[in-house]
């Protein structure tokens, strides 16, 4: 996503940009899983650059996960419930779900942040920190959006906005590295980047 079509679906609800999205890429190739709950590869198109998302996080998280899954209705694994996206396009997928929660979400359940915090950005700091993935898939994904720094920057601004009214946020928590965990770069790496994000809390 570059920021010119950033800046056209900026607005949009999260069921708006879903509906967008299966519109730009078209539905699920397959569904998620197949009956038995397990990944079904047919669904993935990683080779072009994409993931694939759960239409129906807004309502429950980590429905890729087997256990997940298995509470939830089979329908949500379902192809027309499937949004396929880039990693921009994923972050500002969980940002909209935490602007636009579900009603029917489960009330235990903070749907939207964690995807943000936890995994994808700080997949993207890395990469817009220098790391190179040895992933022939992950590279395929980052590679789509290696020179579109300026749309995560103006997409966590976003974020931003919608948590400084949150008491349990904290621009830290947009400050992690992913691979640190497993030796293979780390915050340190990191810092002028960091930087950056700590300036679109002010």
Same mark, same amino acid.
């Given at each position: 996503?570059?920021?010119? #079509?950033? $800046?056209? /679906?900026?607005?949009?609800?999260?069921? #708006?940009? @879903? +509906?967008?999205?299966?519109?730009?890429?078209?539905?699920?190739?397959?569904?998620?899983?197949?009956?038995?709950?397990?990944?079904? !590869?047919?669904?993935?198109?990683?080779?072009?650059?994409?993931?694939? &998302? &759960?239409?129906? #996080?807004?309502?429950?998280?980590?429905?890729?996960?087997?256990? %997940?899954?298995?509470? @939830?209705?089979?329908?949500?694994?379902?192809?027309?419930?499937?949004? =396929?996206? +880039?990693?921009?396009? &994923?972050?500002?997928?969980?940002?909209?779900? @935490?602007?636009?929660?579900?009603?029917?979400?489960? +009330?235990?359940?903070?749907?939207? %942040? *964690? *995807?943000?915090?936890?995994?994808?950005?700080?997949?993207?700091?890395?990469?817009?920190?220098?790391?190179?993935?040895?992933? /022939?898939?992950?590279?395929?994904? &980052?590679?789509?959006?290696?020179? +579109?720094?300026?749309?995560?920057?103006?997409?966590?601004? $976003?974020?931003?906005?919608?948590?400084?009214?949150? !008491?349990?946020?904290?621009?830290?928590?947009?400050?992690?590295?992913?691979?640190? $965990?497993? *030796?293979?770069?780390?915050?340190?790496?990191?810092?002028?980047? =960091?930087?950056?994000?700590?300036?679109?809390?002010?």
């Amino acid at each position: 996503m570059n920021m010119s #079509e950033y $800046q056209n /679906v900026k607005g949009f609800t999260y069921l #708006e940009y @879903c +509906d967008y999205l299966q519109e730009k890429y078209g539905i699920g190739l397959a569904d998620y899983m197949t009956k038995s709950y397990n990944p079904n !590869p047919k669904c993935k198109r990683t080779k072009e650059g994409l993931i694939a &998302h &759960h239409k129906k #996080e807004d309502t429950m998280i980590m429905l890729s996960t087997k256990e %997940i899954a298995q509470m @939830c209705p089979f329908e949500w694994q379902l192809k027309k419930n499937i949004v =396929y996206c +880039d990693y921009l396009e &994923h972050l500002l997928l969980h940002i909209l779900i @935490c602007k636009y929660p579900s009603e029917n979400k489960v +009330d235990f359940v903070s749907t939207g %942040i *964690g *995807g943000v915090v936890n995994f994808i950005t700080p997949e993207l700091n890395d990469l817009y920190s220098g790391w190179n993935t040895n992933q /022939v898939w992950r590279k395929n994904c &980052h590679d789509r959006v290696s020179a +579109d720094k300026d749309v995560y920057l103006a997409i966590l601004k $976003q974020f931003v906005d919608i948590e400084k009214d949150n !008491p349990a946020f904290e621009i830290d928590m947009l400050c992690h590295s992913l691979n640190q $965990q497993y *030796g293979l770069w780390d915050d340190a790496c990191n810092k002028k980047l =960091y930087a950056e994000i700590k300036l679109l809390s002010e």
